[in-house]
């Protein structure tokens, strides 16, 4: 082979690696810019720049502290109660099938205390008050259902929209609403008509409230069941009687309404307060054989009564192996809508104020 043609050869062959080294170095240098910008947009770095040559925008998410706790997970939310029409409305939480069974109470008997084995029941009255919705957060934290015993106008007007809102969401959170009369009088001192407009105050208040009548009420005081057979406690038991009721009192009074009256200059210390009624609950069950079945009363117009009495009570009464559920419950009423004598819809839009 020639000299000349030798150098043509080796001429095309460097023209030739050098395309081939473009070509790689080109490849090399797309695979790197789409490597890079992959990332990026994976740490949240953009490469979208406007503005002639401003910088990137960096919208990384904050990096926890070493050693910070992890953030605890959201709380699944509670389970949906949907409910039971009952007469054409909602009762709601329970869902139920089949007819109501015919009551274990009878109306205008007195129970004392607990029947259901295994079964004790917190009950509440002269409420709602300002702290009745933080009760409602402890049962609802603790899954305990309670009984309240309800005032029309007492600490407060029933149609007042914090108290309607309070009976609404025990009312809604499965809790039962019974009656304790519309102004907390002594029944004893009443004639039949005037007890009668005491119950149906609360009726009224109730149907336009939440659409039902209860079946359970609690005399203010007690009154008219301390003395079987006197013609007081005849009069208020034959009137209750004729109007629907069960009477349902207590075996085990807390004394919080005794003891801590809210007036400043006589209110014990906290610890002294809690030793007083813890006495008073624990007396009465030390009293009684072991798994004896108790109904005990409080007051949510007591602040300690909700901030310290229901938790150590709930602990306390769990700790001895009972069944904490509602009055009606624990006497055997254990169907809902044996808790009511009427179910309606609920009215618009119900009055605004309480009359004498």
């Given amino acids: 082979m020639s000299l000349e043609k030798k150098k043509g050869m080796q001429t095309k062959n460097k023209v030739l690696i050098s395309a081939i080294s473009l070509v790689v170095i080109a490849g090399v240098a797309v695979g790197v810019y789409f490597g890079i910008r992959s990332r990026n947009n994976a740490s949240g770095i953009s490469g979208n720049v406007t503005g002639g040559n401003a910088p990137p925008v960096i919208t990384t998410a904050p990096v926890r502290p070493s050693g910070a706790p992890t953030p605890s997970p959201t709380p699944a939310p509670p389970p949906l109660h949907n409910g ?3 007469n054409g409305t909602l009762l709601p939480y329970y869902t139920l099938t089949g007819p109501a069974p015919a009551p274990a109470t009878t109306a205008g008997r007195v129970y004392t205390n607990c029947v259901v084995p295994g079964t004790y029941s917190i009950s509440y009255d002269d409420g709602p008050s300002t702290y009745t919705n933080q009760l409602l957060d ?22 007042d929209p914090t108290v309607r809102a309070a009976i609404r969401r025990a009312y809604n959170s499965g809790h039962q609403i019974a009656s304790h009369t519309w102004s907390h009088v002594a029944l004893t001192t009443q004639t039949p008509a005037q007890i009668t407009t005491q119950m149906r105050r609360v009726e009224q208040a109730l149907l336009e409230l939440i659409g039902v009548v209860p079946r359970y009420m609690r005399p203010p005081y007690g009154d008219g069941t301390f003395a ?18 069960v009477i349902a ?18 209110r014990l210390s906290d610890a002294e307060l809690a030793r007083l009624e813890q006495a008073n609950v624990t007396n009465v069950v030390n009293a009684h054989p072991k798994g004896a079945n108790h109904m005990q009363l409080m007051h949510d117009t007591y602040e300690r009564t909700v901030t310290q009495l229901t938790p ?27 808790w009511y004598q009427t179910f309606q819809a609920p009215v618009a839009n119900p009055p605004t104020a309480c009359t004498p």
């Avoid at 009192?249 to 006589?266: K, L, Q, R, S, Y």
């Fill in 228 to 245: 079987p057979g006197s013609a007081n406690d005849v009069k208020v038991q034959t009137t209750l009687t004729g109007l629907g009721y």
């Fill in 249 to 266: 009192t207590w075996d085990i009074a807390t004394g919080d309404a005794d003891i801590d009256d809210n007036n400043t200059p006589h």
């Fill in 138 to 159: 402890i049962l609802d934290r603790e899954q305990v259902k309670a009984t309240f015993f309800v005032n029309g106008n007492n600490n407060g007007c029933i149609y």
């Fill in 84 to 86: 039971t029409m009952v």
């Fill in 312 to 338: 150590w009570s709930i602990t306390y009464v769990k700790g001895l192996g009972y069944k904490l559920v509602t009055v009606a419950e624990c006497l055997g009423d254990t169907d809902p809508r044996n």
